[in-house]
């Protein structure tokens, strides 16, 4: 079990036509609620982020697992299975077709810089864009709402902030930093990638 502050890593496993991806989120566990088990808890964000997907991603696009690691504890990696589709209706784009997200940073120092990452996310329904252009604001703002700030898991659940991990020291060892997300925006068009990162659910 994570304790109060601690910094975990949630990869989200994900499937559409056959094809597995995966998207890496960093928390810090800012309360631990119920103090459920971290099975239980992974389970409550898949639900949620199959809520704050369900205006862009369709029913053929599904996450599989989601895997846990404690960073800061160095805890044995936990892993939950899960079969929970997208709810929007309508055919999605192909998988390495997404919805970029970009993610701003910056810890609390007086001087500290704003630091980007990005979420790419696969599955979005072709009606959600014209031309590449996302043309409907409110269900993608609703995912960017969700990988900025807080997230209050339901019925006594954590709650967590999101945070970006970067290199604070490339090393050798390469140290990482994990700021608070305090921003995050559509870039307002289709990114057609090159491939997609991914994890094997089968792998804890």
Excluded at 142 to 168: D, F, H, K, Y
Excluded at 174 to 187: A, D, H, M, Q, T
Aim: charge should be negative; aromatic fraction near 8%.
């Amino acid at each position: 079990m994570p304790n109060q502050g601690d910094t975990v890593e949630v990869a989200y496993v994900q499937e559409l036509d056959g094809v597995q991806m995966s998207n890496r989120a960093y928390y810090a566990i800012d309360d631990l609620g119920n103090d459920d088990s971290v099975a239980d808890n992974l389970n409550k964000l898949i639900n949620s982020y199959q809520t704050a997907t369900a205006g862009v991603c369709g029913n053929e696009w599904k996450i599989v697992c989601a895997t846990y690691q404690n960073i800061t504890s160095a805890a044995e990696k936990q892993t939950v299975f899960a079969t929970v589709p997208g709810l929007a209706p309508g055919d999605e784009h192909p998988q390495n077709q997404v919805i970029r997200f970009n993610q701003y940073a910056q810890t609390f120092a007086p001087t500290s810089p704003v630091y980007r990452g990005a979420w790419n996310q696969s599955g979005s329904v072709e009606s959600l864009s014209t031309r590449g252009r996302v043309n409907a604001e409110a269900p993608v703002n609703t995912l960017a709402a969700w990988l900025t700030g807080q997230i209050v898991l339901p019925t006594g659940g954590w709650t967590v902030q999101n945070l970006l991990r970067r290199v604070a020291s490339p090393g050798p060892p390469i140290v990482y930093e994990y700021p608070e997300i305090l921003k995050c925006e559509n870039s307002a068009r289709i990114f057609k990638l090159r491939t997609r990162t991914t994890n094997l659910c089968a792998v804890s």
